[in-house]
């Protein structure tokens, strides 16, 4: 019995980009296509196999650990970035100054997608969707370079918003156009989920 079901949801590659360096900068270059391998896309220093753990794993792992790599890229749709501009007076929300790696067009409420998720592209490059992405400061500071004022707004208005991390299954390319398909899991949500969360 298949574990994932293609679904009728798809999206449109409406932005890629790439953060060549992100000591020197958090903003994303943008590419017109991406390759990707196992590692990740071709010149994203957020790629590797693995990586060491931040403070969003800090209870499972202390800070520096090395585990394996399920950020490699940061996917955000264009629906949540209109709405985050909105709740943030801008005209826009450039998704480079979120050190972002694709922007996608088409999935309704993109960020609660479910966890395990495949958004898979023509030539069957795949990514599975690790989890929601949490709005932190990093991007408040590039915006409020760009716009003096407005970077503190970025959390509240970035909330639920933020778009989800990602890892590739299937290497392959993605390019401006590309639709990718939304496969989900076969599996209903855990019912104990509010008792874990502590609700």
Do not use: Y
Request: proline share 10%; hydrophobic share 40%; charged share 25%.
């Amino acid at each position: 019995m298949p574990a994932l079901i293609p679904t009728s949801f798809a999206a449109r590659v409406r932005w890629l980009g790439v953060v060549p360096d992100r000591e020197a900068a958090l903003a994303s270059a943008p590419r017109a296509s991406l390759t990707l391998g196992f590692a990740g896309p071709e010149d994203e220093d957020h790629g590797g196999r693995t990586r060491l753990s931040c403070g969003r794993v800090v209870d499972q792992h202390p800070f520096g650990t090395e585990i394996a790599n399920v950020r490699q890229l940061s996917v955000v749709s264009a629906e949540e970035l209109a709405a985050m501009a909105e709740g943030m007076e801008l005209d826009e929300v450039d998704p480079a100054w979120m050190g972002a790696t694709m922007v996608v067009e088409g999935i309704p409420d993109f960020t609660k997608v479910p966890p395990s998720s495949r958004l898979q592209g023509p030539d069957g490059a795949t990514l599975v969707v690790d989890m929601e992405n949490r709005p932190c400061q990093l991007p408040a500071r590039v915006i409020e370079g760009e716009h003096p004022g407005k970077g503190g707004a970025f959390k509240g208005a970035a909330r639920g918003r933020r778009g989800v991390t990602a890892w590739v299954e299937r290497p392959g390319t993605l390019a401006l156009g590309d639709e990718l398909v939304l496969h989900v899991p076969d599996q209903d949500p855990w019912p104990h989920l509010p008792a874990a969360r502590g609700r």
